[in-house]
Every structure is written in structure tokens, then in C-alpha cells.
């Protein structure tokens, strides 16, 4: 279970930091997913256990993701934020093969 938390209301620029916990030791890949504007859910980052990251090209230079592996918790630092990251934004784990399980989300909104 993934248990995302730390969304709220920021003004445009603003910082805003999100959590995600797992109730289980995690090998592999956890990240976060987000849906803006009614499009389709896409990816911000992932992070794997050994801190390997990948970012979605509107993250690069704002988002920053890390990763505690004592406590199978990431977090999702987003800075210089913009009305147009307003959405949900999705906790994920990928396992080895592939398939992701999703967190619930949690609301992310920016005001201008």
C-alpha cells in the first residue's frame, strides 16, 4: 500500500513537497504520476533503490525526487511551481516485470 501525502495550495512559484510511504519493503522502482488539466496520467520522476532517477522533461531543473530506503518513503520536492502542475499527483511502485501499482493521490493545486 502507498500512502501519498502533501498536497495542498501554493501560489504560482511557490514550493511544495510531496511524500509517499510504503506499508512494505520496496525493491524496486517507486515514482510519481500526475493528471492535469483532464489529460491522460503521465509521469513526473521514478526513482530506484540504488537512487537511479528519471525525470519527465517539465520536471527537469523544478522537481526533485529522493528516496529513503529505511523507511521505503520518496518524496517529491516541486519548486518554482505553475498553475499548469495544478492536478492529482499519483504515488507509484513499478515492479521488476513492469507493472504498476498506484497510490492514492493527492491534490496539488496552484494558484496564479
Known amino acids: 500500500q502507498l500512502q501519498a501525502s502533501g498536497g495542498g495550495l501554493v501560489q504560482a512559484g511557490g514550493s511544495l513537497t510531496l511524500s509517499c510511504a510504503a506499508s512494505?519493503?520496496?525493491?524496486?522502482?517507486m515514482g510519481w504520476y500526475r493528471k492535469v488539466n483532464g489529460a491522460e496520467r503521465e509521469l513526473v520522476a521514478t526513482?530506484?533503490?540504488?537512487?537511479?532517477?528519471n525525470y519527465a522533461d517539465f520536471a527537469k531543473g523544478r522537481f526533485t525526487i529522493s528516496r529513503d530506503n529505511a523507511d521505503d518513503t520518496i518524496y517529491l520536492q516541486m519548486s518554482n511551481l505553475d498553475p499548469e502542475d495544478t492536478g492529482v499527483y499519483y504515488c507509484?511502485?513499478?515492479?521488476?516485470?513492469?507493472?504498476?501499482?498506484w497510490g492514492q493521490g493527492t491534490e496539488v493545486t496552484v494558484s496564479s
Open positions: 507509484i511502485r513499478r515492479r521488476l516485470d513492469g507493472y504498476l501499482y
Open positions: 512494505q519493503f520496496i525493491l524496486g522502482t
Open positions: 526513482i530506484a533503490r540504488d537512487g537511479t532517477t
